[in-house]
């Protein structure tokens, strides 16, 4: 970004004034401003910390007091049939099906990211070619991922080689059963070429397996067009589901019948109250379930799921766009030069929906922020990051946000 910034209608500036009224042009011509009044927000706050906790939408409060005074309290086992428990996972994986360009019957909510990752990839593994030996890995990953493919390599007798995500495709060859890859990184929110990355990988015959917890819900994901095989993703993040809200599996349709899960719980069972003492496994998206779902967090995360009504992630995108450009370019105009260099890319092909700025004394910038009403949060050793949620982020926040970072700034010389 430079120091000067286009303002609707050709003209520029490349003063602070100018920052205000092109922040509130965008955000007056903003399709998606009304969104923001689903959310339980108030404006002594800047919240930017949506790519670790989404917001709390307006409906999940009354929601939960009806599965909790009626659902639980009044119907009890019964709402097991009668409320739709049972079926939860699979209803409410439809629902996300949208947002990661998936069709019905191939995702089911439940269990944590890490269950779910493991899941994945040793099923992957199991699918793989005879004879492969090795699982990449996206040698930045999110440090459970690593964890979890070392973990599934020890089970399944491979060897796990961390590869940069720009070249897992590349890197992968005759020895490879699976590759399992961060969609967004992140520390620097590096967008990784899913569609290239799991073409490569199906040329070398091995599997894609895709962490999507920093994209789904930030930007348009298509798992059925680009073939991905398996990916899980969180649902407290962009998809705004609360602290703890369950993950969710995709297995795409052709590789249900021989999705092998390390994991063979009741729940996916082909019979579950047959009781049956061999296991014979679900057909579809059922056998990626384990144990009894989570109700309460799981009918949150499907009352929060509504705050999604008429939105679309083309749209999403296109402001996730708008408003980490905005950012940038108020970074420049107000941030004294030198003081922040920004890690994430300037390319839009390559950028998540976050802004990370490596700074010195991070740890202490960040705190700063947080007392004085902006919450980012801080990555080791020197990272400031800034997660723009485009159902609820505006650009007059992005705006203050950098001002306040600039006046702590000046404050630390």
């Avoid at 052709?254 to 014979?280: C, I, K, T, V």
């Avoid at 384990?290 to 799921?305: C, R």
């Amino acid at each position: 970004m430079s120091d000067t910034a286009a303002v609707p209608g050709g003209a520029t500036v490349s003063d602070p004034e100018g920052l205000a009224a092109r922040a509130a042009s965008l955000d007056a011509a903003d399709p998606l401003a009304a969104v923001r009044d689903r959310f339980v927000l108030d404006d002594a706050t800047v919240y930017l910390d949506g790519n670790s906790l989404g917001a709390l939408t307006a409906g999940v409060l009354p929601r939960l007091a009806d599965v909790v005074t009626r659902e639980w309290g009044e119907l009890r086992i019964r709402s097991w049939e009668e409320s739709g428990w049972w079926t939860a996972p699979e209803r409410i994986g439809d629902r996300i099906a949208p947002l990661v360009g998936a069709a019905p019957g191939q995702i089911v909510v439940g269990d944590s990211t890490s269950v779910n990752v493991f899941k994945a990839l040793v099923a992957a593994v199991r699918m793989a070619p005879a004879g492969r030996t090795e699982i990449l890995v996206d040698a930045a990953t999110f440090p459970t991922d690593g964890y979890i493919a070392a973990a599934a390599a020890r089970l399944t007798g491979h060897t796990v080689r961390p590869v940069p995500a720009a070249e897992i495709g590349a890197a992968a060859g005759p020895l490879t059963a699976a590759a399992l890859v961060n969609h967004v990184d992140y520390r620097t929110g590096r967008l990784h070429d899913l569609a290239g990355t799991t073409a490569a990988l199906h040329a070398a015959g091995a599997l894609a397996v895709w962490d999507l917890c920093h994209s789904a819900g930030a930007l348009p994901v298509a798992l059925d067009a680009d073939g991905v095989d398996l990916a899980v993703g969180c649902t407290y993040k962009y998809l705004n589901g609360g602290p703890g809200s369950p993950a969710y599996l995709y297995v795409r349709r052709e590789l249900q019948p021989r999705f092998d899960s390390p994991l063979p719980g009741w729940n996916s069972h082909a019979e579950p109250f047959g009781m049956a003492p061999g296991y014979e496994p679900a057909q579809g998206a059922p056998r990626g379930r384990v144990g009894t779902p989570e109700i309460l967090s799981l009918l949150a995360l499907d009352a929060a799921l509504d705050a999604w009504d008429g939105v679309t992630t083309e749209g999403v995108r296109a402001k996730s766009l708008g408003l980490t450009d905005f950012f940038l370019d108020c970074t420049a105009v107000l941030v004294p030069a030198g003081r922040v260099e920004s890690v994430t890319p300037a390319a839009h092909a390559e950028r998540g929906s976050q802004v990370s700025l490596r700074c010195a004394g991070a740890a202490e910038v960040m705190r700063e922020l947080t007392a004085r009403g902006v919450v980012g949060d801080f990555r080791r050793p020197d990272v400031l990051r800034f997660g723009f949620t485009p159902l609820y982020t505006r650009y007059a926040d992005a705006l203050r946000a950098a001002r306040v970072l600039a006046d702590v700034i000046e404050g630390t010389a």
